[in-house]
């Protein structure tokens, strides 16, 4: 054993073992390209050494040449393997240079095996000997191959794409990576150029190009070996954070999903999963996700998604789950387009949550406010009962005087037709109005939901106006009402918007009552207000709220009256921003006070 | 000419007072066909202008009404020269309303829906007390009209009488001889056209008047 094998053989040595692990890694792992160009750069770089060492213990030109020729080939690979790596790795350099110095170095293996010994020699004559760390070492004599100038071009070549990418590269932020690559090409360039000055003056017998490109391998596996370890310790948070994140799904009863479009695919974790009903490992399609869903809210999802999908915007929709069992789940999901790299949407993404327990809690909420309602308009009606029995009894009063009336006029000989006629046709009518006043109601008694619609204001405004008519009569109290012909309908629920006013009538009637009568007076005015909502205030000349309670008179169980349920006023608010709209007390400066409030103008908006 | 007379040659009529058109019309009908003579108005203040006067009968008027109410009708008729009686009809009837007017007088308080019987009782009470009323009034203005033809001395000596003196203490008060007392005593009870101290007891009753305080207050 000597020095120059044990040096070289070594260093071909590190280099296969570079290309071996690389290999290994480029065959895992399909995106590893520069791993496959790493891996044939280090396997041609070994394979260059070997050749040196093979070429330093030439003994006849015929064998020096033989190969220097092959040493050719294997500085080809490595120099074009390594023009690819680089555009690969640091995602830069120009494409022409790049192809310009593959084309050039595989054009230099034509002289290479046509016509001469190889592409460095036209003839090698005769083969020295010269020593190296001691050793003697063969060293080839003869005349220089004129092709040889298209090595050194390719080099030129190489030098100017290598420091362009490198700049580029830094530019990029890759600015270590660019550093070190560029740094050992540029480096093992110039050691190249040295060593072949060094040669030129007779201290280096020969270029010692296996121990340059071996420099450039050292540094292109450093780089990749800092990536890998770099890429375990991302799977590491990776898996760190994923069941960070597992942790805060199950916690807030979610499920994470992934639709990729394109396979038609739905990946979904095992929260998402358990909520959809899937068994661990049943592949997951979005039109067998879609068949998991209530079929009412079937189409609404699809559309959703594919709206997402179309628009690119943001997808959110709640719908009913059927699980195995039958049961129903309410299900949340809110998810984000993704783009593929050609920018076309190519994933769903998002999560899912369980609101099953929070739409319960919402229906009931919305029940009891519903029953309260009831219970208040109820009560309202009771503070009405007096004048509502009044009315009713009226034409039913009217009904029995006439019946019998008749019964003595029948009796009579002959009966009086004309009377009779007169008669029933009056029953009638009195009739009629009985079932009004039971009709006018028993709509405001009705336990309902709320059934948004187009409500003609000027219309309900009568009705309710009709319901304390006697009321207000026998307070001797006058009414003013001033609603513009061509107000536009507003959208909302007839029945509860009957209510409100109802119950600010009432209390304004209240405030006024025991009031000299010129003061009796309260005014009902319903106006556009120009923003697309329509105000509608109630006015009375009363004393106006406490000021200690002003800020309180919305809030439930707080009455100003002796016999007041408190709830009139909290329930008014309920069904104002029930309907979108705002409901707000004043005190006028001159006394009395002022209640308004906004609802929104039905989109069909045309004036009723 | 008394207008008083008049009552002689009208029916006694009942009023119905309401503000709906339709319960006055079939209560008319009811009321007709069972034999009254009946006028309807659709308002108190209406009823109070256009009434006649002095027509016997009574009132039948709703609660409730626009502008003047049942009960403040009863109370314009009952400060009027020529008051009737009262049966309120309601809608509704509720307790307090109900109390005060049967103190003040109602003849009754009844619901629009009441039956027939009670209604036609109620106002063939009310026509009865309106008669009697209306008697008790004619013969008061009657017997009053009697005591304001005696003379002063007559009046004076009626008082001492009503008060239960004997001749011989009136001629001791009056400072006159008992033989004048005697004369004006017997005139004055011709004039009065009673014939014993008990007769002319109860007619003192009738025509309201008092003689307590001395001879003064029989005028």
């Known amino acids: 054993m000597n020095w120059i094998t044990v040096i070289w053989s070594m260093s071909a040595a590190v280099c296969l073992s570079f290309a071996a692990v690389h290999v290994l890694v480029a065959l895992r792992s399909r995106d590893a390209r520069a791993s496959l160009l790493f891996a044939i750069s280090a396997g041609a770089a070994g394979a260059l050494n070997m050749l040196e060492l093979v070429a330093l213990r030439a003994e006849t030109p015929a064998a020096y040449g033989e190969a220097l020729r092959w040493m050719h080939v294997a500085a080809a690979v490595v120099m074009i393997a390594l023009v690819w790596f680089v555009r690969e790795y640091l995602r830069a350099g120009r494409l022409l240079l790049a192809q310009a110095i593959t084309g050039l170095r595989v054009l230099v293996l034509v002289p290479n095996f046509v016509g001469y010994p190889n592409a460095t020699f036209s003839e090698i004559s005769a083969i020295a000997t010269s020593s190296l760390l001691g050793e003697p070492v063969s060293v080839p004599v003869g005349e220089e191959n004129p092709w040889r100038i298209l090595v050194h071009v390719s080099m030129l070549l190489l030098l100017i794409y290598v420091v362009d990418a490198s700049v580029q590269g830094w530019r990029q932020g890759d600015r270590r990576r660019a550093l070190t690559i560029g740094g050992a090409i540029v480096g093992a360039a110039l050691l190249s150029v040295l060593n072949s000055q060094l040669m030129v003056l007779g201290l280096l017998p020969g270029p010692l190009t296996g121990l340059v490109f071996l420099l450039i391998v050292i540094a292109m596996g450093w780089e990749l070996g800092l990536d890998l370890i770099k890429a375990g310790e991302l799977a590491r948070s990776l898996s760190d954070s994923q069941q960070r994140v597992e942790l805060v799904t199950r916690a807030a009863d979610m499920g994470l999903w992934e639709w990729a479009v394109g396979r038609d695919e739905v990946w979904v974790d095992a929260g998402a999963r358990v909520l959809a009903g899937f068994g661990p490992s049943e592949r997951v399609t979005f039109d067998g996700y879609l068949q998991r869903i209530h079929a009412d809210d079937r189409e609404a999802l699809r559309e959703a998604a594919m709206r997402a999908l179309h628009a690119g915007e943001e997808f959110q929709q709640e719908y009913r789950m059927v699980g195995p069992e039958g049961n129903m789940r309410w299900i949340a999901a809110q998810g984000k387009v993704v783009r593929g790299s050609d920018g076309q949407p190519a994933r769903l993404r998002g999560v899912s949550m369980d609101i099953t327990a929070r739409r319960r809690d919402e229906l009931e909420l919305q029940r009891q406010r519903e029953t309260l309602a009831q219970l208040q308009r109820a009560s309202a009606i009771g503070q009405l009962s007096t004048v509502l029995a009044h009315e009713l009894n009226q034409p039913l009063g009217a009904i029995l005087r006439n019946a019998e009336a008749a019964e003595m006029l029948l009796d009579t000989e002959p009966p009086d037709l004309d009377e009779l006629r007169a008669i029933v046709a009056d029953i009638h009518r009195d009739d009629q109005r009985a079932a009004e006043v039971i009709g006018r109601m028993r709509a405001l008694l009705q336990r309902r939901s709320m059934q948004f619609e187009a409500v003609d204001l000027q219309n309900l405004i009568a009705q309710v106006s009709a319901l304390l008519r006697a009321e207000i009569q026998a307070c001797h109290v006058t009414l003013d009402i001033s609603v513009p012909d061509d107000l536009p309908r507003v959208r909302g629920d007839l029945v509860h918007l009957q209510q409100v006013l109802l119950n600010l009538l009432l209390n304004s009637l209240d405030a006024v009552r025991d009031l000299a009568e010129e003061r009796r007076r309260l005014t009902v005015e319903a106006s556009p207000r120009g923003d697309g909502q329509i105000e509608v205030v109630v006015h009375d000349q009363g004393p106006g709220f406490p000021p200690e309670r002003f800020s309180s008179v919305f809030d439930p169980f707080v009455s100003t009256r002796i016999e007041g349920t408190g709830l009139g006023l909290a329930i008014s608010r309920t069904i104002v921003e029930a309907h979108g709209g705002h409901i707000q007390a004043e005190n006028d400066p001159q006394g009395g006070a002022t209640v308004r409030f906004t609802l929104e103008a039905a989109h069909d908006g045309g004036p009723t | ?219």
């Open chain 2, 1 to 219: 000419m008394n207008p008083l007379n008049r009552t002689d040659d009208v029916p006694p009529t009942v009023f119905v007072v309401d503000d709906d058109a339709s319960f006055i019309r079939s209560l008319e009908r009811m009321l007709r066909a069972s034999g009254y003579a009946v006028r309807g108005f659709t308002s108190a203040a209406d009823f109070l202008e256009r009434r006649p006067a002095g027509v016997a009968g009574c009132v039948v008027a709703d609660l409730k009404m626009p502008g003047m109410d049942g009960m403040s009708l009863q109370q314009a008729l009952a400060q009027s020269d020529d008051p009737l009686p009262v049966v309120f009809l309601t809608g509704h009837g509720d307790i307090p309303t109900s109390v005060t007017a049967m103190r003040r007088g109602a003849e009754d308080f009844l619901t629009k829906t009441a039956p027939r019987d009670q209604l036609l009782g109620a106002i063939e009470r009310a026509l009865a007390r309106d008669a009697h009323e209306r008697h008790m009034r004619t013969q008061q203005r009657e017997l009053r009209a009697r005591i304001a033809a005696l003379t002063p001395r007559e009046r004076e000596v009626l008082g001492h009488v009503l008060r239960g003196e004997r001749n011989k203490q009136i001629a001791a008060d009056l400072g006159i001889d008992e033989r004048s007392v005697k004369r004006h005593r017997t005139r004055l009870m011709a004039k009065l056209r009673v014939t014993s101290v008990a007769a002319l007891t109860r007619l003192a009753v009738e025509a309201g008047v008092a003689f307590d305080g001395g001879p003064a207050e029989i005028t």
